[in-house]
T-cell receptor, first 115, second 113 residues
Framework: DTEVTQTPKHLVMGMTNKKSLKCEQH?????MYWYKQKAKKPPELMFV???????INESVPSRFSPECPNSSLLNLHLHALQPEDSALYLC??????????????FGEGSRLTVL | LAKTTQPISMDSYEGQEVNITCSHN???????ITWYQQFPSQGPRFIIQ???TKVTNEVASLFIPADRKSSTLSLPRVSLSDTAVYYC??????????????FGQGTTLQVKP
């Protein structure tokens, strides 16, 4: 199994809603990532988890709250978002045992629209 | 992290070889060069990685000169399905690395019939 699965594929939410994005991988990878991508822009790194611990937070606003319940799952909790947060949210994983290889495996993303 | 510079866009025709060059003047001794491909509304996909000289796999070749300040991704005989954005990334490998990968602006390749 070489897939990273993200759900939902599409999400529409109001600015007062609370929702979550989910990401799952069963490749035994111990590093997981959240990226945000706006139209015609490169992916922007948001968070990195390494061995289920948050290792990088790229100064992301607190309305985005990541969670890594176990080595296979990564969540992104969303609350009080703004319309400018509408984007494609990409999850990725990477093997960590033996060191970082530079190869990330991405999911297909969750398309978020904030009204 | 070394900054990368790529052409914003390139056009090609089916069957041609395409070479996309990436500049990374501040590359560090321990940095590797990695290329990703991204189709619309999909996550990026790893294509190839190298440290120096030449690396080849089933989809592409990567040429890195001795000074490592640039690299060239070569796609042989492109088809319409190679139309995508191609990203060059530079970063370290190994157990002490944080795993931080930053994407540059990328090159949009348009393959025409």
């Amino acid at each position: 199994d070489t897939e990273v699965t993200q759900t939902p594929k599409h999400l529409v939410m109001g600015m007062t809603n609370k929702k979550s994005l989910k990401c799952e991988q069963h490749m035994g990878h111990r590093a997981m990532y959240w990226y945000k991508q706006k139209a015609k822009k490169p992916p922007e790194l948001m968070f990195v988890y390494s061995y289920e611990k948050l290792s990088i937070n790229e100064s992301v606003p607190s309305r985005f709250s990541p969670e890594c319940p176990n080595s296979s799952l990564l969540n992104l909790h969303l609350h009080a978002l703004q319309p400018e947060d509408s984007a494609l949210y990409l999850c990725a994983s990477s093997p960590r045992q033996g060191g970082f290889t530079g190869e990330l495996f991405f999911g297909e993303g969750s398309r978020l629209t904030v009204l | 992290l070394a900054k990368t510079t790529q052409p914003i866009s390139m056009d090609s025709y089916e069957g041609q070889e395409v070479n996309i060059t990436c500049s990374h003047n501040n590359i560090a001794t321990n940095d590797y060069i990695t290329w990703y491909q991204q189709f619309p509304s999909q996550g990026p996909r790893f294509i190839i990685q190298g440290y120096k000289t030449k690396v080849t796999n089933e989809v592409a070749s990567l040429f890195i000169p001795a000074d490592r300040k640039s690299s060239t991704l070569s796609l042989p005989r492109v088809s319409l399905s190679d139309t995508a954005v191609y990203y060059c990334l530079v970063g370290q490998r190994g157990s002490g690395n944080t795993g931080k990968l930053i994407f540059g602006q990328g090159t949009t390749l348009q393959v025409k019939p």
